[in-house]
């Protein structure tokens, strides 16, 4: 890994510059609500906001786009009208996200629509400020080594800058003069602060070790009925959560013709609709069973098979779900066997 | 429509899983009342060959305009150059299917999912044990068994339907037990005609014909409505086979066949890539594969 | 005694009918018949809060939607004692003018004119007026545009809000609304122009002048709202006496009820406005009034349509100004209620006249719910003329169908909207 | 292969006509809408209907007189297939708001007094399937322009329609709105089926419920919320049926029981 050291000053004019590449994305808030626009520049973006309403995922997984046009010869794959995008801004967790979805998208059976928006948007990393509803210390996603182009870590006076891809690698060419290579004792006691600062400013208290035996031994248990009838079916906690992949594919066709497109639209396991089968049959018919496969998802199964869980610590879900519904309310719910306010 | 190749910035963008490939229905005629069979030859002839499937795989079937959904493929890779399907008319796209005539094209890409470990059953007996629409994935294993049949031991094929009109393929499985080399037992749980010749009663009734069992040496294959499995199972683990030997395929709500829409997932499996293929043991330790409470008593 | 039927009311908003009794060769009666169902909304809105009752009375009509919108809020402010921003009230402007767009160039190109080409539809004009058919509908499109803009939907928007708005309109479509409104001038000069082309029968005119009724809009401008309402005999009153100037009767034929002004039927509508109001217009509206105004708008209530067609110029003119105005301000906070017990009238035009909404609010609570549409004050009026038309045209001995197709095109130019006209006035005070 | 037109029917009864007005408001798509079908009856828009035999019959408004009742069993007689458009068919609009509060009668006679009514016999304003099969619902105040077009559009290609099953809160999200819950408000978007786009939360405004009630909807969930919240409970249950009518009168009702035994 590369890391480099750039003057806080020289922000505005490295983006303008990486601007060439494509067009710029980041972190902007309007109306008491953050959420990643398309910005000229620095200036537009707030990087002190802690998290966007919705994950970065929406660029490379878009709430709705067309897969196919059809007509009665067949289907024609809808790609290459995606612009090539810089997200700037881009916290620990949501880089996390990212890989995760890397690794369902990418993996087995790539699926070339997220496949080409990821080969078009370069990811810039930037360090964040935890607030009371951050658990990433306790997902292990509270710092990033990979999946980033560049990552910028905010040391008061100057970024540490992490280059962790070749394109990345390139974007710094392109004003070579703002970056330095050479970094000293100073730097990396900086650093070491900076680590132990972070660290001690989160104020959540979740532990979720041990998570797989607790699902494992609560799969019966009366607190996912308790949830069941708190919660809404209200889909946002699958909506905001960096993790949550699942869609539904709908064909629609133009007035008058046989021709039309195949859409694909974000799901979420929270609606009824989502496991019934044709005659009717629904394998989650109850608010509860739903809930536990959300959950079970995230911090049984998916540790389980890659070791880690599917959640990256956002808190998105804290900050969402209108009735408290969220991996740390649930999880300890689980462990003391008791639903808390 | 010509395929568009984009060319992105590094590479070439692989082949898209989700693009269906369109096929021709070259026959397609009544089962019963409510199911029919459906044989596709692909629109381009020189794909004809390309497609590879093993016993227990599905595709997925689509109508322009009204959707795709999962179907098991009913034909055997040993007979190769087309697909057989046989389709039960549930909902939209189903009742779309119905109303497509003969050399009208449909979607299709595949095949997908696991399949039956055709390597692990080579050599022992075998034991079939199908339920009204269960036949569909089950037909295949049982044909590709039959045309290679010097590969494996003894075979028995158990069908069971609600009446005579109902049991798909009737003509087909009439005809095999006429085979030497077959054990076929049909049953319906009623006789509405008064011209069954066969047996009547539950599929589980079939169990006291099959006399003695070399139950480690076999392997089930069972598949049919959720209600049928449970005593099912029952009768197959009493005879001893052993559980992970025991081997049925699921059913679950699809959208992409290939482990990407979530809908099937159940704890960290996708029914779509982990499955359709379940052992009898998956299902017990895993407590939503066949929905809760189905496995929940069951310890044996 | 013999009938003759219209059974369904084509081409108006709602369900109606009418029916002319025949005593020998005599008109013994004309009715429109409103088949429309009972919806007793004033009496449901009871025990609401005025933000339920502002998102529910609107539900009465989908084309006067924001009309009703507009006066709900209007009578909710006032009962609740809150003066609007002044931002809030130029954004309302600006929605009004997307409705009279909307509605005035439905009604006119879409529903009216057939009538007087000879077509049965708009649609069945296409081969013939090919360009007016797509005038109408790219007009009708740019009002709704406008009303999405301002109330957040094409119909039944819930953006405007007592004491303010949801979200204001943002720069951008201010601007686009402005260059559009520019290059639409010619369009709906072209729907004057073919209005001002029809010869009007004379079958509906009567040989005195009627009474029309319009509000007062404040500092002498030609607009859609006022707290005055202005009868063309001259006199006017304060909105919170409209009970005294619109009493309201049932008819047994029909569940929308009927409004008199001393005894007698009068008439609202753009013509009602022109002739109270349009001496404050300016620009070519002002032109063209001047050119094709005559006496005889006093009595054939046809001329309502080609006065429809003139307020749409006026609306279309007044857009840029109205864009302006929103533009220049910053978006206020929302108003707070005073008080939570009071009463309030808010009177408002819609396209096809005057709307009432009146409300007593006892501790934050709807307590009296009153609303008098437009087409409830028109309905007896039209029945006279209706009456005139069918005995003129029968003594002239036309057919059956010409007499329908007369008595259709009457009742059409009122523009009713039979929803709104069978919401359901309160009769008695609860 | 080209389809036959299929012959449509538009009809209203009552409501406030704004499906009907949403049908012409698809102003680039009218003319296309026209031309791909045979539209045989819409009273609103033409003056030239005839009424026969229908594959499709598009009906708005609810029932709330004897002749409306009688008028809609014909047009269900003629026609394949019956879509209520609109909240009021689908499940009775505002004008059901105090469905089966049995004060019908009382609240008639404050507005008609004695007077004698002709027309018709007046009933308590219901959706169509109160009376009918209804094979389709496009709920809506007023419906969707597009989800109404994409509909038609796959009716008219002999498809099935797909309308979002979810509630406003899905969109809600795409649109990234703040949860309007979250900061008190009374937003009945996990209440309220989708498909309008969210527009009211992305106007800082709480969702109505215009569009009828979801697929799956915990009610009493939202009570309880709404409740910790500081909102009465008349004022929830108002709110929570001024545009749900028959969809959600029992849930209201148990709600109460439920709060009753309390
Ligand atoms: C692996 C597998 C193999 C199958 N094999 C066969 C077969 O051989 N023959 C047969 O008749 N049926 C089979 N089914 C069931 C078949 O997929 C459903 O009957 C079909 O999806 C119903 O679609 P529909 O549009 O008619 O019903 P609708 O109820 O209108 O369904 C709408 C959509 O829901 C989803 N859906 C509904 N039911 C199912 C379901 N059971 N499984 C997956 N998705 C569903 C689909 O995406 C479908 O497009 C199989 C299902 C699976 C999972
Ligand atoms: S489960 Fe919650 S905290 Fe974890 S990644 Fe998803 S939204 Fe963020
Ligand atoms: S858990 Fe919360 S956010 Fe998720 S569906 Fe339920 S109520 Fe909505
Ligand atoms: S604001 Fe309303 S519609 Fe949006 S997510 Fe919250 S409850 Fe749902």
């Known amino acids: ?341 | 429509m010509k395929k568009m190749c984009v060319v992105l910035e590094d590479r070439e963008v692989q082949d898209n899983p989700f693009q269906p490939d369109m096929w021709r229905i070259v026959r397609r005629y009544p089962l019963t009342s409510d199911v029919n069979f459906y044989q596709a030859r692909p629109v381009d002839v020189d794909e004809a060959l390309k497609m590879n499937y093993m016993p227990g795989q599905f595709i997925m079937l689509s109508i322009p305009g009204e959707g795709e959904a999962p179907f098991c493929i009913s034909s055997t890779p040993s007979r190769p150059g087309l697909l057989e399907f046989c389709i039960r008319r549930m909902g939209t796209l189903t009742s779309s299917l119905f109303d497509l005539k003969e050399n009208q094209t449909v979607g299709i890409r595949g095949p997908y999912g696991n399949w039956f470990p055709l390597d692990k059953m080579e050599g022992k007996d075998i034991m079939i044990v199908a339920g009204g629409m269960g036949v569909a994935p089950l037909r295949s294993l049982l044909l590709y068994i039959l045309d290679n049949r010097d590969k494996f031991g003894r075979v028995t094929y158990l069908h069971g339907a609600k009446n005579p009109g109902e049991m798909l393929f009737r003509d087909e499985f009439f005809q095999l037990k006429e085979r030497e080399d077959l054990n076929c037992l049909l049953t319906v749980d009623k006789d509405d005609t008064g011209k069954w010749t066969e047996r009547t009663g539950l599929i589980t009734t079939l169990f006291k014909e099959l006399g003695p069992i070399d139950s480690k040496n076999t392997y089930a294959a069972v598949c049919g409505p959720p209600i049928m499995y449970k005593f099912v199972m029952e009768h197959l683990v009493k005879l001893g086979i052993p559980k992970h030997q025991i081997l049925m395929t699921l059913e679950r709500r699809m959208k992409c066949g290939v482990g990407k829409c979530g809908h099937c997932a159940v704890e960290y499996l996708y029914t779509c890539i982990d499955g359709p293929v379940f052992s009898w043991w998956d299902v017990l330790h895993m407590k939503e594969l066949i929905g809760r409470g189905a496995s929940d008593k069951t310890i044996a | 005694m013999t009938e003759l039927n219209v059974h369904s009311l084509a081409r108006v908003e709602g369900h109606g009918g009418i029916t002319v009794t025949l005593d020998g060769k005599k008109v013994k009666s004309v009715t429109l018949d409103i088949h429309e169902g009972p919806r007793l909304i004033e009496q449901l809105v009871r025990g609401m809060k005025p933000e339920d009752d502002v998102n529910t009375v609107p539900r009465i009509c989908a084309i006067c939607t924001l009309s009703h919108k507009f006066a709900a809020i209007r009578g909710m402010e006032k009962a609740l004692g809150i003066t609007p921003p002044e931002k809030a009230h130029l954004t309302r402007e600006l929605m009004m003018l997307g409705e009279s767009i909307e509605s005035n160039s439905l009604h006119t190109m879409l529903l009216a004119l057939p009538d007087f080409l000879g077509y049965p539809s708009a649609v069945a004009m296409l081969n013939d007026y090919t360009d007016d058919v797509k005038r109408a509908l790219r007009l009708k499109k740019f009002g709704n545009h406008i009303m999405e803009t301002t109330s957040g939907r094409i119909v039944h928007g819930e953006n405007p809000i007592i004491g303010g708005f949801g979200k204001y309109p943002g720069k951008k479509a201010l601007e686009d609304i402005k260059a559009k409104s520019h290059e639409m001038i010619p369009d709906v000069k072209r729907v004057v122009e073919l209005f001002a082309g029809i010869e009007m029968p004379k079958y509906a005119e009567v040989d005195k002048d009627k009474v029309f009724m319009s509000v007062d809009a404040p500092k002498k401008k030609y607009h859609m709202y006022g707290d005055r309402t202005l009868i063309s005999n001259g006199k006017d009153f304060d909105v919170e006496d409209y009970k005294k100037y619109t009493n309201e009767r049932v008819v047994a034929h029909s569940f929308a009820k009927r409004s008199l002004y001393n005894e007698k039927t009068f008439m609202v509508g753009a013509n009602a406005r022109m002739i109270n109001m349009g001496k404050r217009l300016g620009g070519e509206a002002a032109d063209l009034l001047k050119e094709h105004y005559d006496k005889a708008w006093l009595r054939n209530p046809l001329y309502n349509d080609l006065a429809q067609a003139i307020e749409l110029v006026w609306a279309m003119e007044s857009l840029p100004e109205a864009c302006d105005r929103v533009m220049a301000m910053d978006d206020p906070p929302h108003e707070q209620p005073t008080r939570l017990t009071g009463s309030g009238t808010g009177a408002v035009e819609a396209p096809r006249g005057t709307l009432y909404h009146h409300y007593e609010l006892k501790d934050g609570l709807v307590d009296v719910a009153d609303i008098i549409t437009p087409t409830a004050q028109n309905l007896d009026d039209i029945e006279i003329h209706l009456k005139l038309t069918a005995e003129r045209m029968l003594a002239e001995g036309k057919g059956t169908d010409e007499v329908r197709l007369g008595l259709e095109t009457v009742a059409r130019a009122y523009d009713p909207c039979i929803s709104c006209a069978t919401h359901l006035v309160t009769l008695k005070r609860a | 292969m080209t389809r036959p037109s299929p012959k449509i029917g538009v009809y209203g009864f009552t409501g406030c006509a704004g499906d009907q007005l949403m049908i012409l408001n698809c102003e680039d798509q009218l003319v296309d809408l026209f031309g791909a079908t045979e539209i045989r009856s819409f009273v609103m828009a033409k003056s030239d209907n005839h009424e026969a035999e229908l594959d499709v019959a598009l009906v708005e408004g609810s029932i709330s007189t004897e002749a409306q009742l009688k008028h809609l069993k014909d047009i269900r007689e003629r026609s394949k297939v019956l879509i209520a458009i609109g909240t009021c068919a689908c499940w009775g609009g505002p004008q059901a708001m105090k469905l089966g509060d049995g004060k019908f009668e009382e609240r008639y006679k404050k507005v008609y007094g004695n007077a004698k009514i002709t027309v018709s016999k007046a009933i308590e304003g219901q959706p169509l399937d109160a009376f009918v099969k209804v094979d389709m619902k496009i709920p809506g105040c007023p419906i969707d322009k597009q989800e109404f077009l994409k509909s038609v559009s796959k009716l008219v290609a002999g498809k099935h329609p797909y309308l979002l099953k979810s509630p406003v809160c899905l969109e809600c999200k795409w649109k990234e709105n703040k949860c309007l819950l979250l900061d008190g408000k009374f937003c009945a978007g996990p209440l309220t089926k989708g498909g309008c786009g969210a527009v009211c939360p992305s106007h800082n405004l709480p969702c109505v419920g215009c569009w009828g009630p979801t697929d799956d909807l915990n009610v009493s969930a939202e009570y309880d919320l709404l409740k910790e919240k500081g909102f009465v409970p008349e004022e929830i249950i108002t709110k929570i049926r001024k545009f749900g009518g028959s969809g959600v009168m029992e849930l209201v009702k148990n709600l109460e029981k439920k709060e009753a035994k309390k």
């Open chain 1, 1 to 341: 890994m590369m890391i480099l050291k750039m003057k806080k000053e020289d922000l505005p004019a490295f983006l303008e510059s990486a601007k060439e590449w494509g067009e710029l994305w980041g972190p902007t808030t309007k109306d008491g609500k953050t959420s990643y626009a398309k910005v000229d520049s620095l200036s537009q973006m707030d990087l002190k906001a802690t998290r966007t309403v919705i994950p970065p995922k929406k660029f490379l997984y878009p709430p709705r786009f067309t897969m196919f046009d059809f007509d009665e010869e067949g289907f024609v794959e809808r790609t290459g009208d995606v612009p090539k995008r810089i997200l700037f801004g881009l916290h620990p967790c949501d880089v996390h996200g990212i890989l995760i979805m890397d690794k369902l998208f990418l993996e087995t059976y790539k699926d070339p629509y997220y496949a080409e928006r990821r080969e078009k948007t370069l990811l810039l990393g930037h360090s964040c400020i935890p607030d009371d509803k951050c658990m990433c210390f306790a997902t292990n996603t509270d710092f990033v080594a990979e999946g980033f182009d560049l990552f910028f870590t905010d040391l008061k006076m100057f970024y540490l800058v992490w280059v962790g891809s070749s394109k990345g690698h390139d974007l710094v060419r392109m004003r070579a003069d703002l970056f330095s290579r050479n970094l000293d004792k100073n730097d990396i006691l900086n650093y070491t602060e900076y680590r132990k600062w972070k660290t001690a400013q989160f104020k959540a208290k979740i532990d979720l070790t041990g998570m797989p035996d607790i699902f494992e031994l609560g799969y019966n248990s009366p607190i996912w009925d308790e949830l069941g009838e708190k919660c809404l079916s209200c889909g946002q906690c699958s909506m905001v959560c960096p993790t949550c992949n699942c869609y539904n594919v709908v064909d629609e066709v133009d007035l008058g013709t046989a021709e039309g497109t195949r859409d694909r639209f974000w799901d979420s396991c929270m609606f009824r609709e989502y496991s019934v089968v044709a005659g009717g049959h629904n394998f989650r018919d109850k608010r509860a069973d739903r809930l536990r496969l959300w959950y079970t998802h995230k911090l049984q199964a998916f540790i389980g098979e890659f070791g880690k869980p599917a959640c990256v610590g956002c808190g998105r879900c804290v900050a969402t779900c209108p009735v408290d519904i969220n991996v740390a309310t649930v999880s300890t719910a689980l462990k003391e066997q008791e639903v808390g306010k």
